[in-house]
């Protein structure tokens, strides 16, 4: 259900076009002509003893909590932002050459899709690692750009399209139009936030330690942003805090929301706040056409139907939201020269950023 938020898309070439959705949670590999051709989980999973990386992607997920003292499973990617520089580059290297294989003197053109607030400093970092990851040129467009193309929204007329992109690390809130953002919030919360305040909550009601894995498990089986539509449970296994002893407890799909709440509002306000600086002429446009949901969190079950009922507005998911991003940048890469303004480009060659 995560989504992404450092999103890469690489073209290799005029007729072998890949874009890789680099994001928080996961990664995917978008090849022109073939659709997504990989999906994983961006963690790599490193010896500690000798800083060597040992596996990457869903081989190093399984490793999540259950690794021996040496080895380390990690996300180089924390809140849309690389966390480790050397570890994200080598890990866009690992996935560039899975698809593409062994090519010595292959330098492909890079698209990065970045969290609208991110700093100068933030998107500098992504830049470069991707260009030292091996690309010839790079260039970043804005995550909500992406997911609205990725959406199938036309924007480029003079009309507003409002995207609500709820990735793994960040969401971000835009309003839409003549090919540009016109306003827009990044918030740093997503999928990760429901985890940890669903490990939080199992520590503090229960008394009972669980993992990532177990939260994620937690939020797809029985998690609601809208407890009066959904009754499910869940019995949830974990280690007591006061025995130590493994043990089990029963959780509700009400109690999810009740740890999750305080993040899922805090993108309902988002919303809120982004509707309040749109322009009137704008703003009727979004009343017709309706809120588009991307990225893994617009799977949480009554998350649309929440954002309505505070709003007014309709809501809409995307048809497929796990992959518009990536969809999107591919999309932006046959557009390059009408996105022009929106987008930001680094040169291997002058190694230095153009806007």
Known sequence: MKGFEGRVVVMLGMNNDIGID?????????????GI??????????????KKILTVGEEARKM?????????????????????????ESMLKYFIRKVYGQKRFFRPRVMICIPAGITEVEKRAVLDAATQAGARKTYVIEEPLAAALGAGLNIAEASGNMVVDIGGGTTDVAVLSLGGIVVSESLRVGGD???????????????????????????????????????????VRGRDLVSGLPKTVRISSAESYDAMEESIFTIVNGVKTVLEKTPPELAADIIDKGIVLTG?????????????EVTGIPVH???????????????????IEDLQGSLMTLNRSRGKAIN
């Open 22 to 34: 680099l994001g928080t949670a996961n990664i995917m590999v978008y090849v022109k002509g073939k």
């Open 37 to 50: 051709v990989l999906n994983e989980p961006s963690v790599v999973a490193i010896d500690n003893n000798t």
């Open 64 to 88: 999540l909590g259950r690794t021996p003292g040496n080895i380390v499973a990690i996300r180089p990617m924390k809140d849309g932002v690389i966390a480790d520089y050397e570890i994200t």
């Open 193 to 235: 936030k429901f985890d940890e305040s669903l490990i939080r909550y199992m520590r503090r009601v229960h008394n009972l330690l669980i993992g990532e894995r177990t939260a994620e498990e937690i939020k797809i089986n029985v998690g609601t942003a809208y407890p009066s539509q959904r009754s499910s449970f869940m019995d």
């Open 296 to 308: 893994g969190g617009a799977l949480l079950h009554g998350f649309d139907l929440l954002i309505q």
């Open 317 to 335: 998911i995307a048809d497929d939201p796990l992959s518009c991003v990536a969809l999107g940048t591919g999309k932006a890469l046959d557009s």
